[in-house]
């Protein structure tokens, strides 16, 4: 029968992983705990700001711009959990219960795999409506709410997972060096299903580049050449290579070292870059809210409005502007109307 730890300190279980726990504030851990209130702030600044546009914009009441409501939600979440940490870190560590550890953990848990999850939704939600040549999904609302149930469903029993079991206070031999309360498999697990969410959207948004490409050159050959054409495509690689490109660098550091240190690679110096590793995946829900919501003009105007600023007249009479999926999606169903003689069906804002 095994024997176990549940009434040790956090002190023994970061012995047993040969983690440092300091006594004193370091320079160190004054700049990340800087840091990350920081960077917390303005996560939250900015993910209330998409969430409060989404709710005040009739316009926004698509499936596409719910999913970046939920998917600010998440971010929002994710900089309350980091938040949590940044007061709950450095020589406060010591100090934390069992119970209180596991909390900290399973909030950033959550919150990062919501917001990874999210991503992931929107990618798919994107595909089908480009491939469909629709402005907006036909997603119904049940639909809708149903898809970002499962999304805080899985992302809350990935984050709860390890506080009823999945944990080595019944074997110390399996514990982690970045999280001692942690057992290196679930680690694993964690690493390689994201890793796996990412390889799957980098599918996905390649699928739809590729689509773009061959569809407007398609066209191109039928119509004539466009500057237009060549500017929606250009303006799409330049999204999704922002899209991946943050994803790949805000999150691949983090994911490899949890899995490296998830395979117990003892010449691997995990503990040296922790810390920040882990502040690089949280800007990434400050990107999200940029890239998701900021490059479409249509919420960059609601942004204003809510601030208090003054709109544009331009802005204040014309057709928003969709965004640049949204874009390249309505062209082609009216390009591909004047091939084929169909009428085009999109939707408006």
Known sequence: MKHC?????????????????????????????????????????????????????????????????????????AGVAYMFLMFHTGPRTAQLSLKTWFIRQSLLDTSLTASVVNLLAIAVERHR???????????????????????????????????????????????????????????????????????????????????VRRRMARMARHTGAHPRHRDTVMALVKTVTIVLGAFVVCWTPGQVLLLLDGLGCQSCDVLAVEKYVLLLAEINSLINAIVYSWRDNEMRS???RILGFPCQRRAKYAAPEPGILERSTSQFSLENSRICGTPSEQNSH
């Open 129 to 211: 409506t480009v491939l469909t040549m629709q402005l907006h999904s036909e997603m119904s609302a049940q639909r809708v709410v149903g898809l970002i149930f499962s999304i805080w469903a899985a992302a809350l029993l990935l984050g709860l997972i390890p506080s009823y079991g999945w944990h080595c206070l019944c074997s110390l031999e399996s514990c982690s060096r970045m999280a001692p309360l942690y057992s290196r498999s679930y680690l694993t697990f964690w690493a390689v299903s994201n890793l796996a969410v990412f390889l799957v959207m980098v599918v996905v948004y390649g699928h739809i580049f590729v689509y």
């Open 302 to 304: 609601t942004f204003r």
């Open 5 to 77: 730890f549940y009434n040790e300190t956090l002190g023994f279980f970061y012995n047993n992983s040969r983690k440092e726990l300091s006594p004193h504030w370091r320079p160190k851990d004054v700049l990340v705990v800087a840091l990350g209130l920081a960077v917390s702030a303005v996560v939250l600044l900015t993910n209330l700001l998409v969430i409060a546009a989404v709710a005040t914009n009739r316009r926004f009441h698509y499936p596409i711009y719910y999913l970046l409501a939920n998917l600010a939600a998440a971010d929002l979440f």
